[in-house]
């Protein structure tokens, strides 16, 4: 697999496109309240998947990223016990099929790595293989000072199990940013939905008090760019809270 492609499947077309179809109905039944509109906007709902896909593959990446993390620390204390490169992350795989399952990417990927081995393939070209594939910098930075201090022949295992807890202790302080700031994303989401809300609210304590704005050109003009200014607003907002980690 190669992570820096995502491919979106049956059952995520489905999900995010009935999520997608759902928030249409929403927008336009609050911004419009016409059905012809929606019939010519449904598209977008159907696609919704497609705009999302950098979202999912961020995601998918930065959950690789994490299982990476416990995988080299895990794979460190093996080092550090006196295992060799391999046996260290034999035992780095068993203990992440029993924190993520077998069927995760980091079991997957690290289960491949043994695989190739056990065919000859050096635990180097294996790994590189996995750093090339991952698009994670954290992998490649693993990769490249394992073939230094291979071709330095210097203390292996020590350079090694030294580099694992670095390389683990930055993605912890990247975690903890992200935790950090996780509320702040939720209040965002929360923001957003306001406005929708203050729409239902005022047309239940008061029927018909928005019907101008639905039976006329200037007012669908106005709500048209109302809903220009409220997708913007949603866009800045999101891309503010976006950290580069």
């Not at 919704?48 to 299982?67: A, G, H």
């Amino acid at each position: 697999m190669n992570y820096e492609q995502y491919q979106i499947g049956k059952k995520e077309w489905l999900y995010y496109g009935s999520q997608g179809v759902a928030a249409l109905g929403l927008i336009v039944y609050v911004f419009y309240r016409s059905l012809p509109v929606f019939i010519v906007l449904l598209p977008l709902g159907i696609a919704y998947p497609l705009f999302i896909k950098e979202d999912l593959k961020r995601k998918r990446m930065e959950t690789l990223r994490l299982q990476f993390k416990d995988a080299i620390l895990a794979a460190a204390e093996g080092l550090h016990a006196g295992y060799s490169v391999e046996n260290a992350f034999a035992a780095s795989l068993r203990e992440m099929e029993q924190l993520y399952g077998k069927d995760s990417m980091i079991a997957g990927e690290l289960r491949l790595i043994l695989h190739k081995i056990a065919y000859n393939q050096t635990f180097e070209e294996a790994f590189r293989d996995f750093a090339a594939r991952s698009g994670l910098e954290d992998v490649q930075s693993f990769a490249d000072v394992f073939t230094a201090a291979q071709k330095s022949g210097g203390e292996l295992m020590k350079i090694i199990a030294r580099t694992a807890e670095i390389i683990g202790e930055k993605i912890r302080i990247q975690e903890d940013i992200l935790t950090a700031t996780a509320s702040r994303r939720m209040e965002q989401k929360i923001m957003s939905g306001i406005p929708i809300l203050i729409v239902f609210y005022i047309e239940f304590t008061s029927p018909g008090f928005f019907d101008v704005l639905y039976e006329s050109v200037p007012g669908r003009l106005l709500m048209t760019v109302c809903l220009f200014v409220y997708f913007i607003s949603c866009i800045t907002a999101k891309r503010i809270l976006e950290i580069e980690t």
